[in-house]
């Protein structure tokens, strides 16, 4: 979990997937710092990465993520 005290400073969240799946999310602040993450977030673990920013506005909060898990799968990341 992101530590409470750091919720506020959230000025974007970057989306890591490949063809298949969410691999892994990262937050950043204002001056674009990565302070937060979680599941895999580095460049070299698969070779179809990609990644799209959201970006959060002052006074935005994220409530939460909903992602389709395929049929047959599970989560690897339960404690978001």
């Keep these: 979990m992101i530590p409470?005290?750091?919720?506020p400073t959230i000025r974007s969240v970057r989306v890591h997937f490949d063809d298949?799946?969410?691999c892994g999310f990262?937050?950043?602040d204002n001056d674009g710092t990565e302070f937060f993450n979680v599941g895999v977030t580095n460049d070299d673990f698969w070779r179809n990465r990609r990644e799209?920013?959201?970006h959060i506005e002052q006074g935005e909060k994220i409530v939460g993520v909903v992602a389709k898990i395929w049929d047959g799968e599970q989560?690897?990341?339960?404690?978001?």
Excluded: R, V, W
């Design 75 to 80: 989560s690897c990341y339960t404690d978001f």
């Design 4 to 7: 409470k005290d750091d919720l």
């Design 52 to 54: 799209e920013a959201i």
């Design 26 to 28: 990262s937050f950043h």
């Design 20 to 22: 298949y799946c969410i």
